[in-house]
């Protein structure tokens, strides 16, 4: 008897075992019909108040990015400028260009020396460094054709929290003490609600950011390109010897554009079109990749790290020269996201071996034709979904705060092409495409996408990041689609990132294992390991209809809803 047990025994004991050591599927908030995830947990939940009110996926974006100006100040902003990709439940998809434009005094040379030389830090922190912003335009452009509740219900969130104070996390109090030299260093009047020595659990107040605020709920567009919020931009500019007038304020315009579309097996990718660089870029990689058994190759594995590496060096090859502002350069959109195209770009691929990035240049065109971003998802009980990029490009952008609106500027003009050749903060180098003109948008790499699976929405996702936002949505999207991870495991992975120039791989901790690391290097790339790769904020739509929220832990991000 014991004898015909030992053999039963084992079998159990065995699958007790392999029970044990069967990974646990780690899933996010799940809610019925509506999310909003973003970078903070108060903005999340304003979003998602807006929507309990009856209020659209526009509506609860608009609230949620107000309050992220508040509660998130390194990203979240008035003072900067995004994109919003918006598909409504009907399956129509547009895109918001609310990106800042270089002011009318900018000139292509406007950040270099007497010899011809980059003066560092010019085009990243103090008063030159700041574009004409675009939030506030964005915003009240995308209410007036699509919001639902009154656009003073939107901002007033944003007001209470401004005006009564919240409490600061461990991240937020960190990050307003790193910059405190920076504050006092560009700001000629100091700006004492950010100036302390802050603890998580601390209490802090806007005053002036909610004066500010108040005069966008009463007036719309007009309470920050007009009247006090725009003098007060103006003699801050004065002080520091900026560029932003009057005038270059009240000719900002948010532009609606075509959505950049493109399909990846039987999926459909709704992105952001130039002046981003994402959409196209995304497109390209996803492209370049299809053809080859990454599911079966596996996740973070020597082979499917090699490829994306490889496709990455192309893409960000094609970047550098061909992407900047449609409105000054011809961008060819069409030509370089064609899967011919994208086919013989990545004809040199060699499964065994690295091509060294000073081997690869721009693809040859047929003729004829901070890093500190924030990002938000939403959807909403009526099926639209909305994805917002918005950024002030390094963390509190130029740390120039202006005096009596209690908000920060950009430093996006670093985001411009400063000389042909020579790389910004992200290490993105580019050329004529990206060069400094007066009102001219600066190249970005902000890739808010929205993604179907047969004709039906399936995911919303973005991040920030700088340059490493395109590849980070790129993973994240291949995390699901092949990979087979829930949203807040795709979320939640390490990440690498690589971009043609530098020529090396640039993992998080932990997201390559020994052996996979030591095969890279074989094929030979070479590493330069990073703490943290972005903070992507993701919605994903369950077979059964609800929505899983994926928000990414390297922050304080969190999912809302019901
Ligand atoms: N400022 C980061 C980006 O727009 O790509």
């Not at 060096?313 to 992407?323: I, P, Q």
């Not at 050749?421 to 003109?437: D, F, H, S, T």
């Given at each position: 008897m014991i004898k015909r047990l030992i053999p039963l025994l084992l079998v159990i004991s065995i699958v007790a075992c392999q029970t044990a050591i069967k990974k646990e599927r780690i899933t996010g908030r799940i809610t019925d019909s509506a999310m909003v995830v973003s970078a903070h947990p108060l903005a999340s939940r304003a979003g998602s108040e807006i929507l309990q009110k009856g209020g659209n996926a526009i509506d609860a974006a608009i609230a949620t990015q107000l309050v992220l100006a508040v509660v998130h100040p390194s990203a979240g902003n008035v003072g900067g400028g995004g994109f919003m990709v918006v598909r409504l439940n009907d399956g129509s998809a547009y895109t918001l260009d609310y990106r800042e434009t270089a002011p009318s005094?900018?000139?292509?040379?406007?950040?270099?020396?007497?010899?011809?030389e980059v003066i560092k830090g010019l085009s990243e922190t103090g008063h030159l460094a700041s574009g004409v912003p675009g939030t506030v335009a964005g915003l009240a452009e995308a209410h007036k054709k699509f919001g639902k509740l009154p656009w003073k219900e939107l901002v007033q969130p944003a007001i209470d929290l401004a005006m009564d104070g919240f409490i600061l996390t461990e991240h937020e109090a960190e990050g307003l003490n790193y910059i405190q030299e920076d504050l006092e260093k560009f700001?000629?009047?100091?700006p004492n609600h950010l100036m302390n020595a802050w603890k998580a659990g601390d209490s802090i107040r806007h005053t002036d950011l909610g004066y500010a605020l108040e005069r966008i709920r009463d007036n719309g567009r007009a309470g920050f390109y007009e009247g006090k919020t725009a003098d007060l931009i103006v003699e801050e500019m004065k002080r520091g010897n900026g560029l932003i007038t009057h005038e270059d304020l009240q000719a900002y315009q948010a532009i609606w554009r075509e959505p950049i579309t493109g399909e990846y097996k039987n999926y459909k990718i709704i992105s952001m079109p130039p002046p981003s660089s994402g959409g196209i870029a995304l497109i390209q990689l996803l492209k370049s990749v299809e053809p080859y058994p990454i599911q079966e190759w596996g996740w973070n594995t020597a082979p499917t790290v090699h490829l994306m590496t490889e496709a990455e060096r192309r893409v960000y090859a094609d970047r550098a020269a061909y992407l900047g502002d449609p409105d000054f350069f011809e961008v060819p959109v069409d030509k370089i996201t064609h899967p011919v195209y994208i086919e013989e770009r990545m004809k040199t691929f060699d499964p065994q071996k690295a091509t060294p990035s000073r081997d690869i240049k721009e693809g040859v065109l047929q003729p004829g034709e901070s890093s500190q971003t924030t990002h938000l998802s939403v959807i909403d009980q009526y099926g639209n979904a909305v994805a917002v990029t918005t950024t002030?490009?390094?963390?509190?952008?130029?740390?120039v705060v202006v005096a009596g609106a209690g908000f920060i500027l950009n430093d996006?003009?670093?985001?411009?092409?400063?000389?042909?050749g020579v790389p910004n903060m992200y290490g993105a180098i580019g050329g004529e495409a990206n060069k400094i003109m007066p009102g001219k948008r600066m190249l970005s790499s902000m890739t808010p996408t929205i993604v179907e699976k047969d004709g039906h929405l399936l995911m919303v996702v973005g991040t920030p990041g700088g340059t490493t936002i395109i590849t980070s949505v790129f993973q994240t999207i291949l995390n699901v689609l092949?990979?087979?991870?829930?949203m807040q495991e795709a979320v939640t992975a390490k990440r690498f990132h690589s971009q043609w120039i530098p020529d090396t791989i640039q993992p998080e901790?932990?997201?390559?294992?020994k052996d996979d690391s030591l095969q890279l290097i074989r094929y030979g790339h070479t590493f330069e390991s990073r703490s943290s790769i972005g903070r992507v904020d993701a919605i994903l739509v369950l077979a059964n209809g609800k929505l899983e929220g994926g928000a990414d832990p390297r922050g304080d991000d969190a999912a809302d809803g019901f």
């Amino acid at each position: 008897m014991i004898k015909r047990l030992i053999p039963l025994l084992l079998v159990i004991s065995i699958v007790a075992c392999q029970t044990a050591i069967k990974k646990e599927r780690i899933t996010g908030r799940i809610t019925d019909s509506a999310m909003v995830v973003s970078a903070h947990p108060l903005a999340s939940r304003a979003g998602s108040e807006i929507l309990q009110k009856g209020g659209n996926a526009i509506d609860a974006a608009i609230a949620t990015q107000l309050v992220l100006a508040v509660v998130h100040p390194s990203a979240g902003n008035v003072g900067g400028g995004g994109f919003m990709v918006v598909r409504l439940n009907d399956g129509s998809a547009y895109t918001l260009d609310y990106r800042e434009t270089a002011p009318s005094g900018a000139t292509t040379n406007m950040y270099l020396g007497e010899t011809g030389e980059v003066i560092k830090g010019l085009s990243e922190t103090g008063h030159l460094a700041s574009g004409v912003p675009g939030t506030v335009a964005g915003l009240a452009e995308a209410h007036k054709k699509f919001g639902k509740l009154p656009w003073k219900e939107l901002v007033q969130p944003a007001i209470d929290l401004a005006m009564d104070g919240f409490i600061l996390t461990e991240h937020e109090a960190e990050g307003l003490n790193y910059i405190q030299e920076d504050l006092e260093k560009f700001n000629s009047i100091l700006p004492n609600h950010l100036m302390n020595a802050w603890k998580a659990g601390d209490s802090i107040r806007h005053t002036d950011l909610g004066y500010a605020l108040e005069r966008i709920r009463d007036n719309g567009r007009a309470g920050f390109y007009e009247g006090k919020t725009a003098d007060l931009i103006v003699e801050e500019m004065k002080r520091g010897n900026g560029l932003i007038t009057h005038e270059d304020l009240q000719a900002y315009q948010a532009i609606w554009r075509e959505p950049i579309t493109g399909e990846y097996k039987n999926y459909k990718i709704i992105s952001m079109p130039p002046p981003s660089s994402g959409g196209i870029a995304l497109i390209q990689l996803l492209k370049s990749v299809e053809p080859y058994p990454i599911q079966e190759w596996g996740w973070n594995t020597a082979p499917t790290v090699h490829l994306m590496t490889e496709a990455e060096r192309r893409v960000y090859a094609d970047r550098a020269a061909y992407l900047g502002d449609p409105d000054f350069f011809e961008v060819p959109v069409d030509k370089i996201t064609h899967p011919v195209y994208i086919e013989e770009r990545m004809k040199t691929f060699d499964p065994q071996k690295a091509t060294p990035s000073r081997d690869i240049k721009e693809g040859v065109l047929q003729p004829g034709e901070s890093s500190q971003t924030t990002h938000l998802s939403v959807i909403d009980q009526y099926g639209n979904a909305v994805a917002v990029t918005t950024t002030l490009n390094d963390g509190y952008g130029s740390r120039v705060v202006v005096a009596g609106a209690g908000f920060i500027l950009n430093d996006e003009m670093d985001d411009f092409s400063m000389k042909p050749g020579v790389p910004n903060m992200y290490g993105a180098i580019g050329g004529e495409a990206n060069k400094i003109m007066p009102g001219k948008r600066m190249l970005s790499s902000m890739t808010p996408t929205i993604v179907e699976k047969d004709g039906h929405l399936l995911m919303v996702v973005g991040t920030p990041g700088g340059t490493t936002i395109i590849t980070s949505v790129f993973q994240t999207i291949l995390n699901v689609l092949e990979h087979n991870m829930t949203m807040q495991e795709a979320v939640t992975a390490k990440r690498f990132h690589s971009q043609w120039i530098p020529d090396t791989i640039q993992p998080e901790f932990g997201a390559l294992l020994k052996d996979d690391s030591l095969q890279l290097i074989r094929y030979g790339h070479t590493f330069e390991s990073r703490s943290s790769i972005g903070r992507v904020d993701a919605i994903l739509v369950l077979a059964n209809g609800k929505l899983e929220g994926g928000a990414d832990p390297r922050g304080d991000d969190a999912a809302d809803g019901f």
